[in-house]
């Protein structure tokens, strides 16, 4: 991945202390390689107030809506989630990604859906009806292979919250790779798996020590 700054300015941008509203939190949007810059569909944030219905339940969101103009980058929908835990222990959210496509488009059945924990997304305190309170921060992104010339629309929908409450959601439509540097601390794939992979060494350990006592 190309470089977008020193090291010691990007640790400080993902761990500096946020003193904002949860809709003004910086969510950075940057190409992987500087000198291919992304070009950017869409790029809209659906505050709190947005997703709620009357209801109590949330809205479908239209993420997008465009005409793939043939060229060979990919075309990545990326979503940042914020929100809060309005309970004890840890929270989890889930969307439904709808791409719809004229005349027609073949999806991976494993970018239908995004899922954020809370145990894996970064942390900061933002202020919220007056009072300093945590949010959970993530991100996720999905490429997908897009006929040239389609019509396509993008929709996002919220699945049953879990422990969860979304205060805001970012949705961007771009052509281009983009830096995928975690945000505010917020596990990536490679430290899960890490963390995963250390787990299982070390249960593996305590059993081969437990069967060579029990000989």
């Known amino acids: ?22 809709d003004a939190i910086d969510l950075p949007l940057r190409p992987d390689d500087p000198e291919q810059p992304l070009d950017v569909v869409m790029d809209e944030r659906f505050t709190r107030e947005r997703l709620l219905i009357r209801e109590g339940g949330y809205h479908r969101i239209h993420a997008a809506s465009f005409t793939h103009d043939g060229r060979a980058q990919p075309v990545t929908l990326l979503v940042d989630m914020v929100g809060t835990l309005p309970g004890a222990g840890p929270g989890e ?18 970018q239908g859906v995004m899922t954020f924990r ?7 305190d933002v202020p919220i009806e007056g009072a300093s309170m945590p949010v959970w921060v993530g991100r996720k992104a999905y490429a997908y292979p897009i006929t040239a010339a389609s019509s396509v629309d993008v929709w996002l929908s919220l699945m049953p919250l879990q422990n969860f409450e979304p205060r805001l959601i970012r949705a961007s439509v771009f052509y281009g790779e983009h830096d995928d540097t975690p945000l505010y601390g917020e596990l ?3 430290r899960i798996m890490l963390v995963i992979a250390g787990v299982v060494a070390l249960v593996l350990l305590l059993v081969m020590w437990w069967l060579k006592r029990a000989r």
Request: glycine share 6%; net charge negative.
């Open 188 to 190: 990536d794939r490679a």
């Open 93 to 110: 959210v889930t969307l439904d990604v709808g791409i719809e496509c004229e005349p027609q488009c073949r999806m991976p059945i494993t």
């Open 1 to 22: 991945m190309a470089a977008t700054g020193s090291s010691a300015e990007r640790l400080r941008m993902r761990l500096q202390p946020t003193v904002a509203p949860p």
């Open 118 to 124: 809370s145990a894996e997304m970064g942390q900061v």
